[in-house]
Structures are given as C-alpha cells and as structure tokens.
C-alpha cells in the first residue's frame, strides 16, 4: 500500500492557462474522488468515479473543469482557462465502495493562479 | 442535507491539558461520522469514525469521539495534548441520503498547543 499519489504537487499558472493534475489511487480501491479546499476551509467534494464511471458531480464543478479515470485506474483533473478563484489545494482521496470505508486522501496539488 | 458545524475556528491548550474539538452534525438519517487531521501543507489523515457500532470510539495517537444522538455531536477528545497535536481538525459526515458516497467535511478547527 503505497497510498493516494498526486501530482504535481505546486503549480504556478497564468489566468487563462490550462492545468492538469494526476491521482493515482490506492491499487484495490474501486473509488476516487476529488475534492478543494481554500484556504481556512474545510474540503469541499467535487466528484467521485465508481471503477471508470464519474457518478457524482457537484455544482462546484464547472464548465471548465473535466474529471476522467480511464480504465478505472488513474484520474486526471482538468482545469481550462484558469480564474484567480481556482487557486486552491485539489484534494485526491480513494476508497472500496463499501459504506463506512475509510476514504485514504493524497497530500494534495496546490494550485495558483496569477 | 447533510451538514457539519465546528464550534471554534481556533483552540489554544497547554501541553498536558484536556483536548475537546466540538463538532455537530445535521443529518435526516443516520449518519457515519469521521475526524480527520491535517499537518500543514499536507493531506488528511483518518483519526477515528463511527460507523453504528459502539458510540465511543477510539483513535489514534490518543484521541476518542462520543457519538451522542440526542445531541447531534460528535466532539473530539483526547486527555493530554502534547506539541505533536498542533494541527487542524476536520469533522465530516456521509449519510445514506448522499448514498454513503462522499463525505461533507466541516469549516476545521485549528488546535494550537503551548508549552
């Protein structure tokens, strides 16, 4: 068990570029989901994928944010035409699909937009 | 809807005093409770949840939580502080009216421990 692995870990972006994280899950965990937390904020779910299928988005996630877990292994979330108010830490967490589970979280990919 | 209120954004303690983080749930069905803590510049790390089996639950590094229906609270203890628990806290929810499938995390306290 080597744990939820993010990466990059920091990325300094301009308004307008595209960024792309990477989550790579803990290997059994059927599982993932990302969640954002601002600064002095407790983490705010995002959406979730069940194997490759993204059952769950909140309306946190825009337009510009796309969510994919190909072959329901890694995940990559994107960002296009990044806003000021992207920057945040992006939190990947995985889990079994059982109720209860401990939900294992990644030590996040800080974003910033300048 | 599922909802988590942390009393207390900030929580100051002196090394060996009594620890107690207070969280309070909203939830129409029964719900699975977690505390999670967060070391700075990293990500969250479990402490303890309930999942209805016995109310008081232990943790780890010391740590325990009471669920208590009647009150909606799931606070957080721990009978001795010590430096290593400067930290933030995170309380959150998952119920069965979100299908268990995510958790709905709470503002955070941050604890602050002096010598």
């Known amino acids: 068990d080597t744990g939820v692995s993010q990466n990059p870990r920091h990325k300094i972006t301009k308004r307008g570029q595209n960024v792309t994280f990477r989550c790579d899950p803990i290997?059994?965990?059927?599982?993932l989901y990302w969640y954002r937390q601002t600064l002095g904020q407790g983490p705010e779910f995002l959406t979730y994928f069940q194997n490759e299928a993204q059952l769950e988005k909140s309306r946190l996630l825009s337009d510009r944010f796309s969510a994919e877990r190909p072959k329901g292994s890694f995940s990559t979330l994107e960002i296009q035409r990044t806003e000021q108010g992207d920057s945040a830490m992006y939190l990947c967490?995985?889990?079994?699909?059982?109720?209860?589970?401990?939900?294992?979280f990644g030590e996040g990919s800080w974003l910033t937009v300048v | 809807a599922q909802s988590v209120t942390q009393l207390g954004s900030h929580v100051s303690v002196s090394e060996g005093a009594l620890v107690l983080l207070r969280c309070n749930y909203s939830?129409?069905?029964?719900?699975?409770l977690f505390w999670y803590v967060q070391y700075p510049n990293q990500g969250l790390q479990l402490l303890l949840k309930?999942?209805?089996?016995?109310?008081l639950v232990k943790g780890i590094n010391g740590f325990e939580a009471e669920f208590k229906k009647s009150e909606t609270s799931f606070h957080l203890t721990k009978p001795s502080a010590h430096m290593s628990d400067a930290a933030e806290y995170f309380c959150a929810v998952s119920d069965q009216s979100g299908g268990y499938n995510k958790l709905i995390f709470g503002a955070g306290t941050r604890l602050a421990v002096h010598p």
């Open positions: 309930y999942t209805s089996a016995a109310t």
């Open positions: 290997s059994e965990h059927n599982r």
């Open positions: 967490a995985s889990s079994l699909d059982s109720p209860g589970n401990t939900i294992y």
């Open positions: 939830s129409s069905v029964p719900p699975y």
